[in-house]
Every structure is written in structure tokens, then in C-alpha cells.
């Protein structure tokens, strides 16, 4: 009988699916038990979640700037053609 901690082992592969799916929905226990070791061993994966994390608050900011009705704040261009000040 294998021991039950390998039910608990992901590759750097399989947690960064679950870094992802975990945008999208909660993760199950096993799963989200899993990713949390993974993510306390290992030296890249943290990184990866960062950047999820980034680009997660980028988009936020950009959504919030667009339903602001401000073309120029989504575009980054007023109507004159210049940067905003």
C-alpha cells in the first residue's frame, strides 16, 4: 500500500493548473491542500502565483477604469491625441 502523502504531491505542472483553475472556482480540499504544500517547497511556483496575482489586480484596475465611462483612462490617450497629465 502506497503511503497517502503521495495523494498530496503535485509537479510544478500540475500546481501551476490548479494556480489557474483557482481563478475560475474554489479548489477542493485535497487539491487546494496539495497546492499549498507545493507552493511552500518549491522556489518557482510562488513566483508564478505573483504573476497571477499581478496580472489578476491589472485587470481589475483595467476594468474598473473602463466602467469609470473615461475613454481616456482606458486608452491611455485623451481626445486631443496626448498622454494624460
Known amino acids: 500500500m502506497k503511503p ?8 510544478c505542472r ?16 485535497p487539491d487546494h491542500v496539495a497546492l499549498k504544500l507545493h507552493l511552500m517547497a518549491c522556489d518557482a511556483c510562488p513566483k ?21 465611462g473615461d475613454a481616456a483612462s482606458v486608452s491611455g490617450v485623451a481626445a486631443s491625441g496626448k498622454p494624460p497629465e
Open 4 to 11: 497517502r502523502i503521495t495523494l498530496l504531491r503535485r509537479t
Open 14 to 29: 500540475e500546481a501551476a493548473a490548479l494556480l489557474i483553475a483557482r481563478e475560475d472556482r474554489a479548489l477542493k480540499l
Open 48 to 68: 508564478f502565483e505573483n504573476q497571477l496575482l499581478t496580472l489578476r489586480a491589472a485587470m481589475k484596475q483595467w476594468r474598473q477604469d473602463g466602467e469609470d
